[in-house]
Structure formats: C-alpha cells, structure tokens
C-alpha cells in the first residue's frame, strides 16, 4: 500500500472516530490521538528522514494536508459538541412558566369584623354615624340612666362581670345612648358596635359577643320609623327576600318595646330588641320628652353572622380554627 492509501485510510478513520465523539473529554483525546505530540500524524512525519530526498517535499505536503483536515474536523465536531452541551445545559435550566408558583398565604378579616362594617356601611347610607363607647363602664350608664331598676336580673353578680360596684363590663351597647345623648344635641342618629361582656357559655352564647346600638332622635320619631329602618336592614343585611316582625316585649328604657324577628332561609330568627326610647331616659340626660322622640334598637353581630352564614355553634367563631374561618 503506497502512503497515500495509508493516509486516506487514517482520514477515514480519524473522520469516523471524531464525528462519533460525545463530549469535550472524547474529543480532546482523539485531538492527542491523532495529532499530540506523539500521535499518529506527529509520527508519520517523523518518518521524513526515512524517505528518499526526492520523495520527502510531496510526504511533508500530504502530511500536512492530513493534519489540516483532520484539525477541520475536529474543530466541526466541537462546535456541534459545545451547542449539544449548551442546549443540555439550557435544557436543565429551563423553567417553565405556566407551573403555579409557591403562593404565601395572606390573611383576610375575620368574618364578624366583615359584618360589623358591612352593617355599619347600611346604616351610615341611612344617615347614621359610628360612635363607641367605653367596655369598663359605670353602673349609672349601664343601668341606671336606662331607666333600670336594682331588681332586674341583668344588674345579678351573676348575670355581670362586676369590676367593683360601681363598675363592671358592659352588658350592652345600650349606655352608648345615654353618652351619645349627654354630649351632643338632638336631633341624631347614630349606630355603636362594640364589646359587651355576661356570664353566659354554650353554643348560642358568649361570654363576650358583638353588639350594635342603634339610636334615633327626632322631633316625629314613631313606631313607623323604627319598622322602616328594621326592615331595610333586614333586607339590605340578609337579601330582598328576607321579612321582620315586631312582638311585644319589655326593657326598661323603652316603651313601647318589641322583640325583632327577621325570616331567612324559611325560618324565623329571633334577633334583636327596640323600642320608643322611654320618657325617663330622656329625663336623665336632660332631653325634653315633651319636645323629642326617639327609637333605639339593639342586636347581637355574632347572631347576624350565624342567621347569614348558617353557622350553628356561636363558639366557632372565637375558636380560631382555620378551617373554619377560612371559609370565608
Ligand atoms: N340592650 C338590650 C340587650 O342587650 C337590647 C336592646 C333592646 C337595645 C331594646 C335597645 C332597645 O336599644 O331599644 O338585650
């Protein structure tokens, strides 16, 4: 076999070998194979000496025609080894941007508290305004300038958390009224939620709950007013289908007084108290009873949220459970 045969037989080789190889590392070791320092090109032109004067310039030629070709194929197989190894690389680094990202759970009001101000929203576009009361409050606001008498049983040790005599945890909103009507003038209209604290615990009551007040002073104020204002209520808080009735009832500070129950979802709700304001309440803060006219009411939020929402244990709503309050 004359050299050139020889030679094509190792470009064919080398060709076949190096398109073959995978990666850098193969690459750089059929780069050493071939043309290192003593790879098979590097030794085929150690062979120079060897040959006779006449043959040497046209070896040294072909020889370095080999050397050119197989580095041009080497150079083509890297650049197809580097973008193979870049596309791995991206494809190892690709994100995909449709899969949902680990989200942070963000809290979100309480339901009572979305109530409370869903209720006090109604009433502000009536044309009341929010005012609030203190929740240590005295005997005389809580009781007496309601026109309360010692024997009512809410004045017991055991229906109150008294702080001494003269103080205790408010039973109610109600004395809102008596600190509303001391220091401002009539006419008003106001709404106060709040606090109110009884020794009371079972599924429909809490020792502490969430009451609103309601409190509206005018020279023509009836009976008629008082049902309007009930009635929008009722319907703006629990939808167009809901109904009221109004029973008679008694508390101290109003009369006549009424028991309120609201229809909802088929069932009748007993929900909240009202009434004229009486004539001694007005007597108390120095309003002329001649002169003024007033309807109060009062109603328990939690009771509005469990009428709304359906929820049947009151407790629920203080338990803190996340599973229930992320229902809504
Ligand atoms: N304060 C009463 C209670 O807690 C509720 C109530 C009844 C409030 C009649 C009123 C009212 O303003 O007029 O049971």
Not at 5 to 22: G, M, R, T, W
Not at 100 to 122: F, Y
Request: with cysteine; proline share 5%; net charge negative.
């Amino acid at each position: 076999m004359g050299y050139k045969e020889e030679l094509k037989s190792i470009l064919d080789e080398a060709e076949d070998e190096i398109n073959q190889a995978h990666n850098s590392k193969e690459l750089n070791d059929l780069r050493v194979k071939y043309l290192g320092k003593s790879g098979i090109v590097t030794t085929l032109m150690k062979r120079l000496k060897e040959l006779a004067p006449e043959e040497r310039p046209n070896f040294g030629k072909v020889v370095n025609e080999l050397r050119d070709s197989i580095e041009e194929i080497l150079e083509e197989q890297k650049e197809r080894i580097t973008e193979a190894e870049k596309a791995n690389v991206y494809q190892k680094l690709w994100v995909d941007p449709t899969i949902p990202g680990a989200r942070r759970s963000v809290g979100h009001l309480h339901i009572l508290t979305k109530v409370q101000r869903e209720l006090e929203d109604i009433f502000i576009s009536m044309g009341f305004s929010v005012v609030e009361g203190p929740e240590i409050e005295e005997s005389w606001f809580n009781f007496d300038a309601l026109n309360t008498p010692e024997w009512h049983p809410a004045r017991d040790s055991h229906d109150s958390f008294y702080i001494d005599e003269n103080l205790l945890l408010r039973t109610h909103t109600s004395p809102v009224q008596v600190r509303t009507m001391l220091s401002r003038k009539p006419p008003l209209a106001i709404v106060s939620p709040g606090r109110v604290y009884r020794r009371d615990y079972d599924a429909t009551h809490l020792p502490m709950f969430t009451q609103m007040e309601g409190l509206y002073v005018d020279r023509d104020v009836t009976v008629k007013h008082l049902k309007y204002f009930l009635e929008e209520f009722a319907k703006r808080a629990l939808g167009e289908s809901a109904r009221i009735r109004l029973r008679p009832s008694f508390f101290p500070f109003t009369e006549p007084s009424f028991e309120v129950d609201i229809y909802f979802n088929g069932r009748w709700f007993e929900v909240l108290g009202c009434g004229m304001v009486h004539p001694n309440v007005f007597k108390n803060v120095g309003y002329d009873p001649e002169e003024w006219r007033g309807l109060a009411f009062g109603f328990g939020v939690e009771r509005i949220t469990m009428v709304k929402y359906g929820v049947k244990d009151i407790r629920d709503l203080v338990r803190n459970d996340l599973r229930f309050l992320e229902n809504w």
